[in-house]
């Protein structure tokens, strides 16, 4: 975490997902459900503008080192139809060809 103190992108990064994970848990011991209050909170906390690859990083920090992070890694990579290891990251594009 000390890199990402002086590298603005970086720093971005987990200036978001602190406050992400705040509002989550602010959420989760009002006794909602996470998979009810991911994406609400994840808007919420999105108060600077960030990337889809910023959001992707945070959400893989956070499913490997909080602790519904594994919940959150499940319900996020859902959205992109994996069900697979690993943390899908929402700036890859795929372009297909009609070869």
């Known amino acids: 975490m000390e890199v990402n103190s002086t590298d603005p992108y970086g720093k971005g990064i987990i200036t978001y997902l602190e406050k992400w994970a ?12 996470l998979v009810d209050i991911a994406q609400e909170t994840s808007h919420k906390a999105n108060e600077e503008g960030i990337t889809g690859f910023m959001y992707g990083a945070a959400t893989n920090i956070l499913s490997q080192v909080w602790e ?32």
């Open 22 to 33: 705040d509002l989550m848990e602010e959420k989760l011991a009002e006794g909602h459900k």
């Open 68 to 99: 519904h992070g594994e919940e959150l890694r499940v319900l996020h990579n859902a959205k992109y139809g994996h069900s697979g290891a690993g943390c899908v990251n929402p700036a890859i594009i795929t372009v297909e060809t009609n070869a």
